[in-house]
């Protein structure tokens, strides 16, 4: 694998720092990373510093949006991350996170659920809160056996205690990476399994698809392979690595070729 453009640090919801991840990936003999924290840029300035002339990093977000319950996360690749708005945007974001976190802990603890907020946000190393964190305390307090299983009982769009994300839709999302001369990308479009609405998402000016990751199956991997083919689109792969115990996708077992990454990387500097 030339490159993984798909991975978490503790600035958002990931285990491990950028010397950790970068660490794994020379390891694995990638030439480049994007490190694609939940709307945060915040470990991006960390890992290009560290990662020095060895590997390539892609200053990157994954930035969250829905259409109704739907959630849509669109990952913008070269994005100014010094830039004022930017920042000042991811901070709402993350301001939001924090609430919505204290909303969902007060509703498990009104059900005998009892988590410590403010140690929750230990986890979070001053990053991106979110739910993921929240599994990981529900874990270490024995209230399940898994990750999975938090957000199946706990923590998923169905349960009583789930709180809505903040309510942007994904064409404003877009438009700000543009505005931050970013290139956006469907992350992961074969989750949101809806083609005409992957198409929508594409006319609303959308450059990329993420054709590989570890939720498509081959059948939707193919889908958007052609799709990105007959629409000269952008394609990028990554693992979207959180480094959670147990996890299928690791770093470097999803990715894209060398190809991939010099296209995008053309087209961030016709922006």
Known sequence: MYADLHIHSIHSDGLLSPSEILKIAKEFELK???????????????????????IEVIPAAEISSNIGKLDIHILGYYVDYEN?????????????????AKKIIEN??????????????????????????????????GYVNS???????????????YVPKMDIHPKEVIQKIKDWRGIS??????????????????KDGALGLEVWHPEHNRKWQDTLYQIALKDG????????????????SQIGN???????????KKAADKE
């Open 32 to 54: 480049t990373v994007a490190i694609t924290d939940h709307d945060s840029v915040s470990g991006v300035k960390e890992t290009i510093t560290l990662a020095g002339n060895e």
């Open 233 to 248: 689109l952008l394609m990028t792969g990554g693992s979207d690595f959180h480094g959670f115990r147990a996890e299928f």
């Open 108 to 141: 498990l603890y009104h059900d005998g659920v009892k988590l410590d907020f403010e140690r929750i946000k230990t986890l979070a190393q001053n990053g991106s809160l979110g739910r993921p964190h929240i599994a990981e305390a529900l874990l270490k307090n």
């Open 185 to 202: 990308v469907i992350a992961h479009p074969g989750a949101i399994n809806n083609e005409d609405l992957i198409y929508q998402l594409i």
């Open 84 to 100: 004022a708005e930017l920042l000042s945007c991811l901070d709402n974001f993350k301001q939001h996170r924090l609430s919505r």
């Open 254 to 264: 999803f990715g894209c070729g060398k190809k991939e990454v010099a296209k995008l």
């Open 147 to 161: 990750i999975n299983e938090a957000f199946a009982r706990y923590l998923g769009y169905h349960t009583p205690y």
